[in-house]
């Protein structure tokens, strides 16, 4: 979801709650990740990127206006917020395929003379998350 304010401003102040509410899961509110087209500021994850919990609209404010004050005029197609997904294990937690993000080659991808045939057979045969395609 993304916010489109010119290089260096950020967004009306309504528009990154109105993404937030959008990005909600079905226990409500959830983290996101605040990012431009191309960048994030992971390097700078508490003031920068990172919001724990969507709702507190003071607190993804004062992030998106820290991103975009620190993107200045490199930000690049707007401000955009990314629901944060834990991929942290749990006991007993099945392994799984998940794809996390898939970029066009500048900023993702196999190494120089890596085969993706194992990897694409791989995703290919991985059964559907129940969870997202009853």
Same mark, same amino acid.
């Given at each position: 979801? *993304?916010?489109?304010?010119?290089?260096? #401003?950020?967004?009306?102040? *309504?528009? @990154?709650? #109105?993404?937030?509410?959008? =990005?909600?899961? @079905?226990?409500?509110? #959830?983290?996101?990740?605040?990012?431009?087209?191309?960048?994030?500021?992971?390097?700078?994850?508490?003031?920068?990127?990172?919001?724990?919990? $969507? $709702?507190? *609209?003071? %607190?993804?404010?004062?992030?998106?206006?820290?991103?975009?004050?620190?993107?200045?005029?490199? =930000?690049?197609?707007?401000?955009? !917020?990314?629901?944060?997904?834990?991929?942290? %294990? *749990?006991?007993?937690?099945?392994?799984?395929?998940?794809?996390?993000?898939?970029?066009?080659?500048?900023?993702?991808? =196999?190494?120089?003379? $890596?085969?993706?045939? @194992? !990897?694409?057979?791989? !995703?290919?045969?991985?059964?559907?998350? @129940? %969870?997202?395609?009853?």
């Amino acid at each position: 979801m *993304t916010a489109d304010p010119a290089p260096g #401003r950020p967004p009306e102040p *309504t528009a @990154p709650a #109105r993404l937030a509410a959008s =990005l909600g899961g @079905p226990d409500g509110p #959830r983290p996101v990740v605040v990012k431009d087209w191309v960048k994030s500021r992971k390097h700078e994850w508490a003031e920068a990127a990172y919001v724990p919990y $969507a $709702a507190d *609209t003071a %607190r993804l404010a004062a992030v998106v206006g820290r991103f975009v004050a620190l993107q200045a005029e490199f =930000l690049t197609g707007g401000v955009v !917020l990314r629901a944060f997904e834990d991929f942290d %294990r *749990t006991v007993g937690e099945a392994r799984v395929w998940r794809v996390v993000e898939v970029g066009d080659g500048q900023v993702s991808g =196999l190494p120089a003379g $890596a085969d993706p045939g @194992p !990897l694409y057979r791989a !995703l290919a045969a991985a059964p559907p998350d @129940p %969870r997202r395609h009853p």
